[in-house]
């Protein structure tokens, strides 16, 4: 009996083709020895738009509806070094539109290059239209401040397309997760790689979501170990399960996901989003240096280290194969260079 695949339900929904796809998987020898697993990497940094990373699977659908919609102009919210934003601009850009970005407050950094390098150096390149909004914890807010400037760009014949943040809109952006897991299931299978577990961020949750209704609706089992770096695992797992819930329905398979699927772990969340830790800064350190593998310092560094305090906890047992999703972020680590510096080798 083949399996059930979940392509045909995500079929039915618009896609532009932006990203270098499939990215390639890879082995972590040096560094999966230092965690005591058998360590292999998805590269979603390697997904190709602007520097590519996760959010360029997810806008791969919104900007589908967007250019179904006949839109010429995407509104998008997100952090001062917001990922998704820098590569919003890029895939407009990519289709001919125009882009305005809202940047959020929400990690109180009056840094030089945190409010200039990385993802705003490219942003600008980029040629967004740059709002700020003050408030960065108000998702409903935040995506009404820009349905506001959607009203005021259609007033001068625009036609906006409003890229949503907040939980009431649908999850379009996790059918490009339902696709990749997809992806690197296939892509083991067909080296013979029989993983234990998988290893995800989870912030909006539509990339932790995404890799769960993919899988199971391939009928996988795997452990999908989502890392808290957006907020507590309490209130992480609520979203979780309502975006799998949806999604799973969006490809008609409702009731596809059960509360047991959902793992969360905040062990190394604190001090809150986009804040370094020491448990992060040390994950960085031993990616670059054991493997050559860049990490960044919001997302990808916290999931390595919550994969380090997993195995610890024996939440994955040591010895596994466990796959970690490099989800990509790499710019932000010249808006955080101030705060690296005690993992970086001394000056010249
Ligand atoms: C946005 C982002 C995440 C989180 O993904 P969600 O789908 O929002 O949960 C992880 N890694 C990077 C690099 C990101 O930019």
């Known amino acids: 009996m083949p399996r059930p ?16 796809l499939p990215t390639p998987l890879e082995p972590a020898p040096q560094l999966g020895a230092a965690l005591g697993v058998d360590l292999w990497i998805k590269r979603d940094d390697c997904t190709g738009l602007a520097f590519g990373g996760n959010k360029v699977r997810q806008l791969e659908f919104y900007l589908g509806e967007a250019q179904a919609q006949g839109a010429d102009t995407v509104l998008i919210t997100g952090a001062v070094q917001s990922n998704f934003v820098r590569v919003a601009a890029a895939g407009a850009r990519a289709l001919g539109m125009d882009i305005h970005i809202q940047l959020e407050e929400r990690v109180d950094d009056g840094d030089a290059l945190y409010r200039l390098s990385g993802n705003v150096l490219l942003d600008r390149l980029l040629g967004a239209r740059l709002h700020s909004f003050p408030v960065g914890e108000d998702e409903a807010a935040a995506d009404a401040a820009l349905e506001r400037l959607a009203r005021s760009l259609e007033r001068e014949g625009r036609r906006p397309y409003v890229v949503h943040l907040g939980i009431d809109h649908a999850p379009i952006g996790g059918l490009g997760y339902v696709l990749a ?15 234990d577990a998988l290893v995800c961020a989870s912030g909006s949750a539509l990339t932790h979501a995404g890799i769960l209704v993919g899988m199971r609706s391939s009928g996988e089992t795997v452990p999908v170990h989502g890392i808290c770096v957006r907020r507590v695992a309490s209130r992480q797992r609520a979203r979780v399960e309502r975006r799998a819930t949806e999604l799973a329905a969006m490809i008609g398979r409702a009731g596809l996901i059960r509360d047991h699927d959902v793992d969360v772990c905040d062990a190394v969340h604190a001090p809150g989003y986009g804040k370094v830790n020491e448990a992060v800064g040390e994950a960085m350190s031993m990616a670059a240096r054991l493997e050559g593998l860049l990490l960044d310092p919001v997302y ?29 972020g790499t710019p932000a680590l010249f808006g955080y260079a101030h705060r690296l510096e005690p993992w970086l080798s001394p000056a010249p």
Not at 313 to 322: H, L, M, N, P, Y
């Open 5 to 20: 695949s979940a392509l045909a339900g995500v079929d039915a929904f618009p896609r532009v083709r932006l990203g270098h």
């Open 181 to 195: 897991a997809g992806e690197v299931m296939e892509q083991a299978r067909s080296r013979g790689i029989a993983l």
């Open 300 to 328: 990808t560094g916290k999931v390595m280290a919550g994969l380090v305090a997993q195995v610890r906890s024996g939440r994955i047992e040591a010895g596994s194969r466990v796959l970690f999703v490099h989800s990509g």
